[in-house]
Structures are given as C-alpha cells and as structure tokens.
C-alpha cells in the first residue's frame, strides 16, 4: 500500500519549463503546490559551473543531462505492419532528465508560430480548396488564435529575456526584424545577439538573392537583464555549448535561470526529486483526479493527494501517463476513433554544408541560437499552387558551435583517417560552415503513440510505442527547402557545397531533433482531442496537460518552445481567473 502524503492543492508531474512557471504562478496566487520530478536536482552553480560545463565529451557525446532507457524509453517502428522494438539508446531525439527538464539542454531558439498556423486546416482549405490536402493527413486548427496568445508570447520572452529585432510591432513592419511574423505588442527584451562571420556572409548572399534576413530570436542573451521575477541574468560569452550544455554564465535561459530560484524562495511550495508518478489516481465515477501514485529512489510508493493534477514531463511522457491512467479514449489507427496518442508529430529538418575559399569563419564563436534567418519559405509565407506539397520552414546560418570531438568537415575524397584526413580536417575546420532548414511536420492517420503488446519498463507497465515515418508531403517539402538554401549557399560562392534534403524512411538512431510534439493535443471538439483551449482534460476536468508540446496539434516550421512556454502563461492565467472561481469543466 501506498503511503499518504497530507493533501495539497495543486501536484504538478515534471519540473521543468511549464512545471516551473505553473508552480511560481501558482503558489504566488496563494495555492499549496508540489512538484514530483523523476531526475535529480540539477542548479546552475553546483552543477554547470564554468570551470567544468563545457566538457564535449561528458555532455555531447555521453549525453550525462538525459534520460537513460534504463529509467525509461519506448518502442519504435515505421508503420503498423512491423514489429516495434525498444530504444536501447537514445540517438533520434534526446529526452532530458531532472529538474529544468529539455530546458537545461536547449539551443535558445524562441519562435513563435505564425498567425495562419493557429487555423492551418481551415487558412489551407480556403486558400487551396478542400480537396487539396492528402486524404490521410489529419491537420486541425488550434483552439485559440495567435491574437489571443501574444500576451503569453509576451510574458514567456519577457521572463528569458529573448534577443532578437522585431519585424512587427502592432502590425507595422519595422526594418531588420523577420517581415513575415505576426504582430508583437512590443520589442524584443534584449537586442540581437552579434553575428559571426558566416551568418554574415549568409545575410549578404540572401539579400543579394531577393531575400529577407534577420537575426534569429535567442535567448541567449545579448546583454545582463533581469527578467519580471526579479532574476538577473549574464551576458552570453559565445562560447559555443549550448546544445546538450547547462550554461553556467547563466546566460541561456532555462527554469534554473529564470523561474526556480523565485519559486523555491516561496513557503508553499516544494519539490521532490528522484520520484517517478506512476498514474493519476481517479475517483470511483473515473471523472475525478484524487492525486497522483509516484515511487521514489528507493522504490518506496507514495500517494499524493491534490485538487488539482497538472502534468507538466516531456511531451512523450505526458501521453503515456494518460494511457496508463485511463483518461482519454486510447486513439485507434485502423477505425480513426480516439484521441490519446493521436496526430503525432515530429520536425523535418534538412541542411546544406559549405566549405569556402579564403575565409577564417571562426565557427567556434558561437551561441545555440545567433545566427541570420530567413522566413520566406515557411508556412504559408509563399504560394504552394502545384508545388506537390504543404508547409515550410525557415533556413539560415545558425551554426551552433564548432566542437572539437563532433565537428571534423573535411572535402569530399578525404579518407576516413590517417595523415591526409588529419591535414584536410586542420585545413577545413575553420573554413567550413552548415547552413540548415527546419521544417515542419504535419500529422497523419499512421503516425500515433500507443501502448506496446509486449514490452514492459522496469516497473511492469507497458512501454510506449511510438508509430511514425516521414510522408511524401515533408519529403518534397525538405526538397524545396533544401534547393532554396542551396541557391543562396552558391551565392556564397564556395569551393564546395553539399546539399543534404531529409530522405525517408525515419531512423530513429540518427539525431535529428527533439522536437516530438501531439498525443494529447488540444482542440475545440472531443473526439478529435484530448484537452481543451485551455489544455484541460475533457474527461476529467481537474486535469491539466500544458506541459511539453504534446498539445500541438500538428507542429509548424520553428522551434516548440516558445509556444510552450507561452501556453504554461496560458494555462496558469485559466485556473488562477477562471477555474479556480468555478471549478469544473471551462468548456
């Protein structure tokens, strides 16, 4: 039997970027609130401290801030007429562990969505009929617009203190800023970061070809802020580990850059770390949340009682723990019914490598998120009438850092060791540069995250088993994107270009990104989506889902995390004004 912990108002699965906000706006307003997070305490100064934090090999290469499959992982396949197995490494995507969750191991790139991404469906059927759409893609508009999730937008780039240059300020484009996103009420906290040499000479071959750059939005910070909360932040120092990095300038936002440190100084809150939640526990009529089951590093078991459940782990994770707690009709491929698991999603991402003649790049110099874009090709920003395909991306030069144990481009013939290899690899390194693509990846029929038959985590529950390849929709797409960056690279005039477009079938043993979004996605109708506008469960409506991007519905060509952070912002302003007034359904 479980051992019972005294009642709380609010028990929040997962610590990380959503967890942390929905904590501090929460027990700021007065709640009683828990956080149970299944790694361990992580904090800036004991545990990236500059002396060490930048160790290639500990971080990049043996991935010390993730998740281990031996604490969990899932099962995987391409489609539903083979075998799925678990995934014994984490290679394709990286999920992280302990308190600050993927928000400790980010870029810093903070994108928001485009307006026409919030009514995708509906802004494509107008635009290019009904019938124009694959029979067996399963898009869906969002609940809400982008009108009504700016001043989240807002609020979450405020709290980072994001750098960038605004292209829209109250519907009025403004020089140097990105001229295809929506409005903003107000410019960017801190301003562009510095650019290094090749995104220079990309803004100047981009411009040069008909095209818009602009400093990509970071939050790595251009200048020392402090953010609402009254947290001060560094000054980035180019260092070039951001990617798979804690930052120890504290310089990158994250939840222990921005968020933690005002919420631990709050009296009603804590925190327990190294503690897995098992289920979410329900009432006998299966509509209400009693709290949550969890096991802790001992493997003692523990019952937490809360009025309110919000599950804030990793996008992936969210969708397990709601099949394995019974909310939500588990989604079924075969009859399309259900709405657990359903309208998985991924990014489609794609680059082009350079090598030029007579230039020092100093690749090294480098953050997660500077660099100059494009946007010309994302979304709906451009006409898709028979290109054969839907979506976009933006592309640009955004090279993350030149780490010496990864980064080793040599010319095309080079052997793969030895003296020559040696010599080109010391010749080339500080002449090459990787341009990129980040595409979107729309749902379908086929691709879903359900239970596994077979497979079971230490503990004797299913694994997950996610179901997903790439379509011939992102596949031209990747081409497309892929041949505009590499008419822009040739104007860059290079002694050697290497176009890379994504090709199928998805191989989960190759990095890509980790950008895994849908399986509990929101929506304005119950059987196509598991929360509503306000990432409350339909079924149980003291259940809120706002972490991780398992809400999208589809996801767009940027980055997730902007949009995460803003609809923690979301959610935490519907239960403090609304729920907690009338506690029930708020749809």
């Not at 006409?383 to 592309?395: A, E, P």
Request: charged share 20%; aromatic share 12%.
């Amino acid at each position: 039997m479980a051992r019972k912990l005294p009642h709380k108002d609010v028990v929040i699965v997962g610590l990380g970027w959503t967890g942390s906000i929905l904590a501090y706006e929460l027990a700021k307003s007065g709640l009683d609130v828990v956080a149970i997070e299944r790694g361990p305490w992580r904090d800036t100064a004991t545990d990236f401290p500059p002396a060490y934090a930048q160790d290639e090999l500990r971080y990049a290469v043996k991935l010390d801030l993730f998740l281990r499959p031996a604490q969990d992982t899932l099962t995987f396949r391409n489609n539903g007429t083979q075998t799925a197995l678990p995934i014994r490494s984490f290679s394709g995507f990286l999920p992280g562990n302990g308190v600050g969750g993927a928000g400790v191991h980010w870029n810093g790139q903070t994108w928001r969505f485009l307006p026409s991404d919030f009514k995708l469906r509906s802004h494509l059927e107008d635009r290019y009929g009904k019938d124009a759409l694959p029979g067996d893609m399963t898009i869906q508009d969002w609940p809400l617009t982008y009108d009504e999730l700016e001043s989240s937008y807002d609020r979450f780039e405020k709290l980072c203190g994001t750098s960038g240059k605004a292209g829209n300020i109250n519907g009025k484009i403004t020089a140097g800023g990105n001229p295809f996103e929506g409005w903003r009420s107000s410019e960017y906290p801190t301003p562009p970061l510095k650019q290094g040499y090749g995104a220079t000479l990309f803004a100047e071959a981009a411009k040069k070809t008909g095209h818009s750059p602009f400093p990509q939005p970071a939050s790595n910070l251009s200048e020392a802020y402090t953010n609402p909360l009254g947290i001060k932040m560094g000054q980035c120092t180019y260092c070039g580990f951001c990617e798979r990095f804690g930052c120890g300038n504290y310089a990158k936002a994250s939840p222990q850059a921005c968020v933690i440190p005002a919420l631990m100084r709050l009296p009603n809150f804590t925190a327990h770390t190294e503690s897995e939640v098992t289920r979410i526990n329900l009432d006998s009529t299966g509509k209400k949340a009693t709290g949550v089951t969890y096991i802790d590093s001992s493997g003692e078991e523990w019952e937490q009682t809360a009025d309110l459940v919000l599950v804030c782990a990793f996008a992936l994770f969210n969708v397990r723990l709601m099949l394995l707690s019974g909310i939500g009709k588990a989604y079924d491929p075969v009859t399309g019914k259900g709405v657990v698991g359903r309208n998985y999603a991924y990014q489609t991402t794609s680059g082009v490598s350079i090598i030029l003649k007579d230039k020092n790049l100093n690749p090294f110099i480098a953050t997660g998120a500077h660099g100059m874009m494009i946007d010309d090709y994302n979304g709906d920003n451009f006409d898709h009438t028979g290109l054969g395909f839907f979506g976009g991306g933006f592309m640009g030069a955004g090279q993350t850092g030149a780490r010496p144990i990864q980064t080793r481009p040599v010319p095309a013939g080079t052997p793969k060791w030895g003296a020559q290899w040696k010599k080109a690899t010391a010749e080339t390194y500080n002449k090459s540069f990787a341009l990129s693509t980040h595409g979107s990846s729309y749902s379908y029929r086929d691709c879903y995250l359900d239970l596994d038959p077979t497979y079971k985590d230490r503990l004797g529950r299913p694994l997950m088993r996610m179901t997903f390849d790439f379509h011939e929709n992102e596949l031209k797409m990747s081409q497309f994107l892929t041949d505009r960056l590499a008419e822009i690279a040739r104007a860059m005039d290079p002694a050697e270009m290497t176009a890379s477009p994504r090709k199928g079938p998805y191989n989960s043993t190759i990095y890509q990104t980790t950008h895994n979004t849908g399986g509990t996605v929101m929506g304005a109708d119950p059987e196509t989506s598991v929360v509503n506008r306000y990432c409350q469960s339909w079924d149980v409506s003291n259940v809120f889902v706002p972490g991780g991007a398992s809400v999208f519905p589809q996801n767009h060509g940027y980055n997730p995390t902007d949009t995460v952070g803003a609809l923690a912002y979301w959610t935490a302003d519907a239960i403090k004004n609304r729920y907690l007034k009338n506690p029930g359904p708020l749809v």
